[in-house]
């Protein structure tokens, strides 16, 4: 499809709907011959964009075993693909609907912890914002790396030096994201479990 070559051709453009006309050398108009809305036609692109998104899962992994690998699988398919972030919602209070069948995985684990009702939909949505946010920062990190000289660090309360020195020497590591991400998720678990013990 057209608009999966345009991400891999040009992954640090952000995509739109004239970017996609252009790269189908039609007017952008000429998108809506065979959908009704904006709306349509961005729930039709996402539903195809989204449909390498897949996690695979053992019909004996534990509950909390999904949820981490709904996890990776989400970074791995966004780093791949990172200006899909940008279209998971749009103007209007639109979402795509390929993003909740892609979470179905995340949703059935969840359920199977014992969440249920609005601690359900927080979960689901505390999942969501924590390891989008986590992808989204390390895509921004990785084209422009947080960084301060030793001049800068010195202008710090003197009580910070330690701590941001070993920060800043921990995202040089060439691992980094790796750990990093391996470790939000593992916290991120950590509470499940906690809350899913509570009575």
């Known amino acids: 499809?057209?608009?999966?070559?345009?991400?891999?051709?040009?992954?640090?453009?952000?995509?739109?709907?004239?970017?996609?006309?252009?790269?189908?050398?039609?007017?952008?108009?000429?998108?809506?011959?065979?959908?009704?809305?904006?709306?349509?036609?961005?729930?039709?692109?996402?539903?195809?964009?989204?449909?390498?998104?897949?996690?695979?899962?053992?019909?004996?992994?534990?509950?909390?075993?999904?949820?981490?690998?709904?996890?990776?699988?989400?970074r791995r398919f966004f780093l791949g693909y990172p200006q899909l972030l940008g279209l998971l919602t749009w103007e209007g209070g639109n979402t795509s609907v390929a993003w909740f069948d892609r979470s179905v995985v995340l949703i059935e684990a969840l359920q199977e912890l014992g969440f249920k009702d609005a601690e359900l939909s927080r979960a689901i949505i505390w999942i969501w914002t924590s390891v989008m946010g986590a992808i989204s920062e390390e895509i921004r990190n990785r084209t422009a790396p947080h960084s301060l000289s030793p001049a800068q660090v010195e202008s710090l309360d003197p009580r910070l030096h330690k701590p941001v020195r070993d920060m800043l020497m921990l995202a040089e590591q060439p691992d980094h994201f790796d750990s990093f991400f391996a470790y939000h998720v593992e916290r991120l678990l950590d509470a499940l479990r906690a809350i899913a013990k509570r009575p």
């Open 1 to 74: 499809m057209a608009a999966l070559d345009m991400l891999e051709r040009e992954p640090d453009l952000a995509f739109s709907l004239n970017g996609l006309a252009r790269a189908l050398k039609v007017t952008p108009m000429a998108l809506y011959t065979y959908f009704g809305s904006r709306d349509d036609l961005l729930q039709a692109l996402t539903e195809r964009l989204l449909s390498g998104f897949v996690t695979v899962v053992d019909g004996d992994m534990p509950a909390i075993r999904r949820v981490e690998a709904w996890c990776f699988a989400a």
